[in-house]
């Protein structure tokens, strides 16, 4: 393992490869030219991505902080998600996950912003929303998106896919919108 890589064993099991890693230390940079900071509001991650961005010795300079909500609940009390967006859409889905990233944003106040709430398993899938199904939001400054995906793997690997994902979207936005 190089000298700038470094394992989550506590969460996943599995050393943080050198992909990650290195996507980890662009993200730093890009967040940092901007002097932007970055918030996450996880769910199925459970505070990975936000325990992967503070391995990173330094982080402090552009990683504010997470609010890990994973229940109902704490989606609604902390992220000021609507009753109604979870009665009609439930937990994974487009319109909780832009109304996490949105909550995350007003409630930390970052410029960057993901949320992640997703079906790790290997129980909670149905027909129409099966394991490995993943919901994202994205709020940079004034623009915000959702995503969904479908990971494959055991529970740790949808996870771990998940927080990929997440860093590459953010690097591919602040690379296109310089």
Same mark, same amino acid.
Not at 23 to 33: G, I, N, R, T
Not at 64 to 78: C, D, P, Q, R
């Given at each position: ?6 394992? +989550? ?6 050393? +943080? ?6 996507? =980890? ?15 996450? &509001? ?7 991505? &936000?325990?992967?961005?503070?391995? +990173? ?17 704490? *989606?609604?009390?902390? +992220? ?5 967006? =979870? *009665? ?18 007003? %409630? ?18 149905? &027909?129409? *929303? ?35 994902? %997440? ?6 936005? =602040?690379?296109?919108? *310089?």
């Amino acid at each position: 393992m190089r000298e700038q890589d470094f394992q +989550l064993t506590g969460i996943f099991g599995v050393n +943080l490869e050198t992909e990650l890693s290195e996507s =980890l230390h662009a993200l730093a940079s890009l967040l940092k030219q901007r002097y932007w900071r970055l918030g996450s &509001a996880e769910s199925c991650t459970g505070g990975g991505l &936000a325990y992967a961005c503070t391995a +990173l010795s330094g982080s402090s300079d552009w990683f504010e902080g997470s609010i890990v909500s994973y229940s109902n609940a704490m *989606k609604i009390n902390l +992220l000021g998600v609507p009753v109604e967006t =979870l *009665k009609a859409f439930g937990a994974v889905s487009h319109e909780t996950a832009e109304a996490m990233v949105r909550g995350l944003q007003t %409630a930390l106040g970052v410029q960057a912003a993901v949320s992640i709430t997703g079906i790790a398993g290997p129980t909670g899938g149905t &027909a129409n *929303k099966p394991v490995g199904t993943v919901c994202f939001g994205f709020a940079m400054d004034k623009n915000t998106w959702t995503d969904i995906q479908y990971f494959h793997g055991e529970r740790d690997e949808v996870r771990r896919q998940s927080i990929i994902y %997440a860093v590459s979207q953010i690097i591919k936005y =602040l690379r296109e919108n *310089k």
